[in-house]
């Protein structure tokens, strides 16, 4: 079955303790894309990967960091996590920038 | 910024009725396209439409594009109970390849 899959689902943790939100696709897509969502914001692009080795940042970067060694996993880094980074958090992929994209299930973050 | 932003926010109808939001963005664009998102879980991809293309139909979605006003309309026609649910439009403007999301539109229809 054609899937994106993120892990953890759900991660309550502290200020400042470094956590890995991990993003893996089965679709040989080459356009990874990580995404927040918080209340009356929609969803807004973190970063996103062209393909293997080819990252670059979306409209709310700050605090994050990605990585693309692979073409099917495209991990989140929040190396020093804030509480201003609570929030849903989705992993997408697609075949190309401008094609639909396919989601995975969310991972809601809470940083106290 | 350049997310788009829909209108209206909330819209609640009855079944049977029709129910229409409207999104407007902010770049020229390579396509635009529709989602809808059950509470909480990830976005699912309903319909694109090209820059060059004026209206679009998917069973009883139809989809409106204005260039030069920068705004589309997602028309759902015949709405049941099950279409309740967020629709977002997204747009990957033609001079990048980043994707921006409108802020949403949450619809209830009412059994």
């Known amino acids: 079955e054609a899937q994106v899959t993120q892990n953890p689902r759900y991660l309550i943790t502290v200020t400042g303790k470094k956590l890995t939100v991990t993003c893996s696709q089965n679709m040989n897509h080459e356009y990874m894309s990580w995404y927040r969502q918080d209340p009356g914001l929609g969803l807004r692009q973190i970063y996103y990967s062209m393909n293997v080795e080819v990252t670059d940042k979306g409209d709310v970067p700050e605090g994050y960091k990605v990585s693309r060694k692979e073409k099917r996993n495209f991990p989140l880094i929040l190396e020093s996590p804030s509480p201003n980074q609570t929030s849903l958090y989705f992993c997408?992929?697609?075949?190309?920038?401008?094609?639909?994209?396919?989601f995975g299930d969310g991972t809601r973050l809470s940083i106290l | 910024s350049q997310q788009g932003e829909e209108d209206p926010q909330a819209l609640s109808i009855q079944e049977g009725e029709n129910a229409t939001m409207n999104c407007s963005y902010k770049t020229s664009i390579n396509n635009l396209q529709w989602y809808r998102q059950n509470s909480g879980r990830g976005l699912v991809h309903l319909i694109l439409i090209r820059s060059n293309e004026r209206e679009k139909h998917s069973g009883r979605l139809r989809v409106t594009l204005d260039t030069s006003k920068k705004s589309s309309s997602l028309l759902i026609t015949a709405s049941r109970a099950a279409d309740t649910a967020s629709y977002f439009c997204a747009t990957v403007s033609n001079t990048g390849n980043q994707f921006y999301f409108g802020t949403g539109t949450s619809l209830t229809v009412i059994p």
């Open positions: 997408a992929s697609s075949t190309a920038a401008w094609q639909p994209q396919h």
